[in-house]
């Protein structure tokens, strides 16, 4: 027997919900197009033209009916809405306790690393039953990272961070893909996740079994820290001209403009690279931007060092 599937293997918590949604759409507009086909068919038999046949009169209007129709369908039409809204804002709002893996696309390869600097290439491997966001960006043009077993596609544009979580909920090894046409080699730019028990996840981690050397994310981070003299004003005490960072991530900050905006690396991102888009309440927009001084894959080690630093006692970090 062939193992023939309409659909692909299930192995996320997405996969479980998204499935219905798309079985329904299939089947509601697979049946609304049956059924005109055969109103089609069988009025053009009956009504065709015959020299004999009396024509039947005609009714410009049948109000009730067309208001019942066009209610039935607004309400089906915001059903469908409704339910897809809610798949949505699920797939998009991550778990705070994720574990976070950085993805950067560029033609033609899906270059990835782990939170202990841990490194692969077209591979994802990922412990079953645990939230995993992946944080990504692309180095050239737009790409899409998708895992059809997860349900799941995003795109990944250069000059910016999109995230995607996930849960996945067995164990096994399924194909990923780039879905946005990224170039010649774009059919070949993919590979597979490698979905295992948390224990070996956290083997492979340690580089049991494959995977680049880590390199160490953090010390890189701290070095470009140290080189772009970001302790210059981000340190406490009385030439304190900068926020203090540590602690930073996953705080809400205010801006001058009253918008509140929530510490995540897409922010960390923006605040390195276009530092008067916008400005923290309280201080002058004294920082210089470093745009184009830094790689992505530098800009990715910096901001997981100041993700990385504690946050301090507050009496020092209010002294001013
Ligand atoms: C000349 C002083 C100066 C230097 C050097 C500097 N910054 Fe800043 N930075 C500021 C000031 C002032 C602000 C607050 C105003 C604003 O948002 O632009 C700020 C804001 C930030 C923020 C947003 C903090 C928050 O509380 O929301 C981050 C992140 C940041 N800087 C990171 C860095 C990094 C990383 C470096 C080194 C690559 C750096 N800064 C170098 C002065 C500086
Ligand atoms: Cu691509």
Known sequence: MIDFRVLPEKASTFAESVDPLYW??????????????????????????????????????????EIAWTVVLVIIALGIFVWGSVLFFRAYDAPDDALEISVMGKQWMWKIRHPNGMRETNELHVPVDTPVRLTMTSQDVIHSFFIPAFRLKQDVLPAKYTTMWFK??????????????????????????????????????????????????????????????????????????????????????????????????????????????????????LMPSYKNQLEDEELMNLIAYIKSLPKQQVAIAEVK
């Open 168 to 285: 996945a909920t067995k164990t096994g090894e399924y194909p990923l893909f780039c879905a946005e046409y990224c170039g010649t080699e774009h059919s070949t730019m993919g590979g597979r996740v490698f979905v295992m028990e948390p224990e070996a996840y956290a083997a492979w981690l340690r580089g049991e079994g494959g995977g680049e050397a880590p390199d160490d994310v953090l010390a890189a981070g701290r070095r470009l820290y140290d080189r772009l003299g970001c302790a210059a004003c981000h340190t406490a005490g009385v030439e304190n001209r900068g926020p203090l960072l540590e602690g930073i991530h996953g705080t809400t900050v205010e801006m001058t403009t009253g918008e509140t905006v929530v510490v995540n690396d897409e922010y960390l991102r923006e605040s390195i690279l276009n530092p008067s888009y916008r400005v923290v309440k309280g201080y002058a927009p």
């Open 24 to 65: 329904f759409l299939i089947l509601f507009v697979g049946g609304f197009f049956l059924v005109v086909c055969a109103v089609v068919l069988y009025w053009g038999v009956k009504y065709r033209q015959r020299p004999e046949e009396d024509r039947p009169s005609y009714h410009p209007h049948a109000i009730k009916l």
